[in-house]
């Protein structure tokens, strides 16, 4: 019994961490402001950020966007995808984890 309980606090777990961070991953890509600091853009006239998470989303979505472009959105559905999966009780596979660097760097290629 204690086993199972292990197993199902282990998934809940699982779905919970991949569920919200890849809900705050896009709530800072949605909100994103090229007006707020950032890690990279600092001004000390500008007091208040526009991104919902505050300066760790401004930031986060900044590097986001920087780094991959308007792709970064895919790492929030991938996260969504997991959470899914890992709610239904579906096992998970190498290769559904490493589908996610390959789709990005193929979307990148080709925008």
Known sequence: MIRKFKENFKKTFLCFLFLITGASIFLALASFNVGDNTYFKYDNTISETNNFLGYFGSTISDLL???FGSIA???CFFLFFIAIRI???K???WY???FLPLT???LCLLT
């Open 96 to 98: 559904s984890i490493a």
């Open 91 to 93: 096992e998970l596979r």
């Open 104 to 106: 990005i760097v193929l």
């Open 65 to 67: 966007f920087k780094t």
């Open 73 to 75: 959105y895919i790492i």
């Open 87 to 89: 709610a239904f009780g």
